[in-house]
T-cell receptor, first 115, second 112 residues
Framework: GAVVSQHPSWVICKSGTSVKIECRSL??????MFWYRQFPKQSLMLMAT?????????EQGVEKDKFLINHASLTLSTLTVTSAHPEDSSFYIC???????????FGSGTRLTVV | TQLLEQSPQFLSIQEGENLTVYCNSS?????LQWYRQEPGEGPVLLVT?????EVKKLKRLTFQFGDARKDSSLHITAAQPGDTGLYLC????????????FGSGTRLQVQP
C-alpha cells in the first residue's frame, strides 16, 4: 500500500521561531497532498490542499502567511509554521490519496509544542 | 458546523459487548471511509464504501453505507480491548472536492 512518511514526529520550539514539517510519499507520486490539524480529543480539520508546482489552497480561517506550504516535487510537501506561538501547538498530519485503493494514506503526524 | 456528525462521541463498554457508531450528514458523499486512530499516530484506513446500500464486513466489524450516500454505520461484534481507539468517518463530497471531510469522531474504550 501507499506509504507517507512525516518528519519530525515531535518538535518543541520557542515562541517566535519557525518550524518545518516534511511529508514524503515513499512508493508513489502525489500531485496533491493534504494538511490537517488536530487538537486534543478532537477530529481532524483540513488546513490546506498542497498542489505540486502551484500554490496551495487554504481553508477558510487558515492564515496563509503563518502556515507556508511548499510542494516542490511529486514526493515532497512541506508545512512551515512561521513565528510560532503557543496557540499553534497541535498535532499536524499530512495525507495523500492512495493510488492503490479508494482511500487516503496518512503520515504518522507531528506533535508541535511551542513554549 | 460539522458536516459529518458522529454518535456517540464517547463509548465505554465491557469486553464482549456489541456496539454501533453512526455517521450522519445532510450532504451526499461519493465515497466514505472509516479510520481508526491511536494516540500520537495518524489515522489508519479500515474500509472504504462507495455504493449506496453497500455493506462490508471486516472480521468483527460491519460497515454500511446509506442508500442515499449521506450516512454510514460501523458495528463491532464482541468488542475486545484491542478495539479501543478513536474511530473516524470521513468522506469525499459529491461536489468534486478532493479532500476528505472528517466526522467528529467516536472515542471507544473497551474494558477487559
Amino acid at each position: 500500500g501507499a506509504v507517507v512518511s512525516q518528519h519530525p514526529s515531535w518538535v518543541i520550539c520557542k515562541s517566535g521561531t519557525s518550524v518545518k514539517i516534511e511529508c514524503r510519499s515513499l512508493d508513489f507520486q502525489a500531485t496533491t497532498m493534504f494538511w490537517y490539524r488536530q487538537f486534543p480529543k478532537q477530529s481532524l480539520m483540513l488546513m490546506a490542499t498542497s498542489n505540486e508546482g502551484s500554490k496551495a489552497t487554504y481553508e477558510q480561517g487558515v492564515e496563509k502567511d503563518k502556515f507556508l506550504i511548499n510542494h516542490a516535487s511529486l514526493t515532497l510537501s512541506t508545512l512551515t509554521v512561521t513565528s510560532a506561538h503557543p496557540e499553534d501547538s497541535s498535532f499536524y498530519i499530512c495525507s495523500a490519496r492512495d493510488p492503490f485503493s479508494y482511500g487516503y494514506t496518512f503520515g504518522s503526524g507531528t506533535r508541535l509544542t511551542v513554549v | 458546523t460539522q458536516l459529518l456528525e458522529q454518535s456517540p462521541q464517547f463509548l465505554s463498554i465491557q469486553e464482549g459487548e456489541n456496539l454501533t457508531v453512526y455517521c450522519n450528514s445532510s450532504s451526499v458523499f461519493s465515497s466514505l471511509q472509516w479510520y481508526r486512530q491511536e494516540p500520537g499516530e495518524g489515522p489508519v484506513l479500515l474500509v472504504t464504501v462507495v455504493t449506496g446500500g453497500e455493506v462490508k464486513k471486516l472480521k468483527r466489524l460491519t460497515f454500511q453505507f446509506g442508500d442515499a450516500r449521506k450516512d454510514s454505520s460501523l458495528h463491532i461484534t464482541a468488542a475486545q480491548p484491542g478495539d479501543t481507539g478513536l474511530y473516524l468517518c470521513a468522506g469525499v463530497m459529491d461536489t468534486g472536492r478532493r479532500a476528505l471531510t472528517f466526522g467528529s469522531g467516536t472515542r471507544l474504550q473497551v474494558q477487559p
